[in-house]
């Protein structure tokens, strides 16, 4: 069974940055890319962001392009969230996932996801 678990959220007003952080089990995990995703209150769940197994590729979501940055560090089993410039649209749950399938940005392509952490941005 794999164990994510993120940590790292908060409550910032808007124009305020938080680093979301998810910790991997174990090493083998590191091995596969990986993806954020975040749910707001009555939404589906939505796509923010994913990172390549190496760190080398990104993909982000429109409304996070230019604000938030995914990045890893795999010596120590962690992927990052870092998000700035938070807006009141931001305000979710987020869970990392290790990303089993081709497609980047759905759903069904990941896998073992974490609780999640919230975010509220307050305007």
């Known amino acids: 069974q794999v164990h994510l678990v993120e940590s790292g959220g908060g409550s910032v007003q808007a124009g305020g940055s938080l680093r979301l952080s998810c910790e991997l089990p174990d090493s083998t995990v590191t091995n596969f890319a990986m993806g954020w995703f975040r749910q707001a209150p009555g939404n589906e769940r939505d796509f923010v962001a994913s990172i390549s197994w190496k760190g080398g590729s990104t993909y982000y979501a429109d409304s996070v392009q230019g604000r938030f940055t995914i990045s890893r560090d795999n010596a120590k089993k962690m992927v990052y969230l870092q998000m700035n410039s938070l807006k009141s649209e931001d305000t979710a749950v987020y869970c990392c996932?290790?990303?089993?399938?081709?497609?980047?940005?759905?759903?069904?392509?990941?896998?073992?996801w974490g609780q999640g952490t919230q975010v509220s941005v307050s305007s």
């Open positions: 996932a290790v990303r089993v399938g081709r497609a980047v940005a759905q759903e069904r392509s990941y896998a073992y």
